[in-house]
């Protein structure tokens, strides 16, 4: 268990925020599944601050990183039963569960983490009501868009044939077997000894994840084009925002907000740019830009994925043209798109 030692509000935030200073202090259990050194908790820390801050120090959190509570897989449910207070989701790592918020790992559609973030969420608000509804959202945001690093020169979609690939995500598995590759379901922490091995040909990463799991040695090709993005969520528990007073619940949600999910990534995303940039100082890794023929072949063969999301939102009665047409306008407030 880790302690976030951020209160060094004082007497000064305390007259900063009177109203917040009377309430009864709340202590939150954060549950997150990645490492309490790993880039996305340097801005969540700046954001625990910030609402410790806000609230004169009548809310606090206490951390519970590296899956401390329980598996990756059931962080909503964490939220939702209780357990934890707010939690950390990927929704990709439930299938089928949240459809609508897929469409964020859709290809091609996000140039980097930050605007990508404040897209993502500006667009989902509004569904998370719905297909969230048993927790209470606070915000959406995403990796740096990643791309496939393999053994082998990947530079048009019909190099893939016969490959076998790691996808971060089922949305990319899809749009990965359609164009003839073979798709592996491993965690990031199994992909060396698999490309070592011999039993994968390549992965779906971001290039931090590259580094963080050791296998960047192991896939020295990369496509270089921005390919797709995980989605993620903080949720809260609805008993954890029932034990909030009015004027925390205000300024939760002043701080859950899509400002926010650019900021909290923002350092994420420089990680990632320095680890790309290690990787292109050294001879050993070869990046692919694909031709302007190949960049066309590669979007479109989206089609079937978008189909396949359509389907999906349609079966959970979601106008599927109303969702994407509003998340195509978050993409252009936010001078998201590529």
Request: with cysteine; net charge negative; charged share 20%.
């Amino acid at each position: 268990m880790m302690r976030t030692a951020i209160l060094a509000a004082g007497a000064a935030a305390l007259m900063a925020a009177p109203v917040a200073a009377e309430d009864k202090p709340v202590n939150l259990r954060f549950g997150v599944w990645v490492g309490a050194n790993h880039p996305l908790m340097q801005g969540t820390a700046k954001w625990m601050q910030a609402v410790e801050e806000a609230s004169g120090g009548s809310i606090e959190f206490t951390l519970y990183p590296a899956r401390q509570l329980g598996a990756a897989v059931d962080h909503y449910d964490l939220a939702r039963d209780g357990i934890a207070d707010i939690t950390l989701v990927n929704p990709g790592y439930n299938a089928g569960r949240f459809p609508v918020i897929s469409y964020g790992e859709l290809p091609f559609n996000f140039k980097d983490a930050v605007s990508g973030s404040r897209a993502l969420d500006q667009w989902y608000r509004p569904y998370a009501e719905e297909e969230m509804s048993d927790v209470k959202f606070c915000m959406a945001f995403m990796h740096s868009p990643g791309t496939i690093h393999t053994t082998a020169p990947v530079s048009g979609p019909e190099d893939l044939d016969g490959m076998s690939i790691r996808p971060a995500n089922g949305t990319l598995g899809n749009y990965l077997s359609g164009l003839g590759a073979t798709t592996i379901q491993a965690s990031a922490a199994e992909m060396r000894d698999l490309l070592t091995r011999g039993t994968a040909d390549g992965t779906a990463s971001p290039y931090s994840s590259l580094v963080t799991w050791g296998i960047a040695d192991a896939a020295t090709y990369h496509l270089d084009m921005p390919m797709y993005a995980a989605n993620f969520v903080y949720v809260i528990s609805p008993m954890a925002w029932d034990r909030m007073s009015a004027a925390q619940q205000e300024i939760m949600g002043e701080y859950c907000s899509s400002e926010w999910a650019g900021n909290i990534v923002e350092l994420w995303a420089e990680e990632d740019l320095k680890e790309r940039a290690v990787l292109e100082a050294d001879p050993a890794h070869v990046f692919s830009a694909p031709s302007e023929a190949e960049r066309a072949a590669w979007l479109e063969a989206t089609a079937p994925a978008v189909a396949r999301w359509r389907e999906m939102v349609e079966a959970a009665e979601i106008d599927a043209d109303a969702a994407e047409t509003a998340m195509k306008a978050a993409i252009a407030d936010n001078d998201a798109g590529l």
